[in-house]
């Protein structure tokens, strides 16, 4: 009996835990952070950098099914960059794109999310404002833009998600004579605004 029971019991658990990851849902919310940038600066420079820290905030969305999940988000970053030499000093506003896909593992409410996907940079500078690379964002103007690579896993507790994440650059920037590669960490939290 009491085996019979368990095994009940386990069943229950699992169906639960299953819906609550094959069926498809949609998620909205907002996010904001803290983020270290670094440049891989090219070879034969003699600069190199140090780490500065930076902000981010914006939107997410996220569709799922199955467990796996597409996660694409807008925000506007600001990265800071220092070289040794004390005379250059590199700052980087943009609005960033990520398109990520991923995968979840948990329920109850609590639940682990690992993904990986491209980011779009669209670099406010004097040559374009906020809202141009706004505009450049919501259109999918991609060209001349810079572009990364993101790697990451998060932790969502209800309503309320954690990110820690790699972004790895794959457009070289240029500043005084210097080139290099955008590389930085950055730590999130999200909260959710509603679920369908």
Known sequence: MKKTLLILAIAVCAAFTSKAQVLPNFQFGIKGGLDVASVSTSAGSTLSSNNQAGYLAGVWARVGALGFNFQPELYYTSKSENFDNGTVQANFKSIDLPLLLGGKIGAFGLG??????????FLIDK???????LTQASTLDYKNQNFAW??????????????????????SHSYEGASGKLNLFSLTIAYRLFKI
Do not use: C, H
Not at 112 to 121: E, K, L, W
Not at 127 to 133: E, G, L, P, R, Y
């Open 127 to 133: 040559n374009n404002s906020f809202s141009s690379a």
């Open 150 to 171: 993101q790697f990451g896993a998060g932790l969502d507790i209800k309503a309320v998600s954690f990110d820690l994440r790699y972004e790895a650059g794959l457009t």
């Open 112 to 121: 682990a999310r690992f993904y990986t996907g491209p980011v779009i940079s």
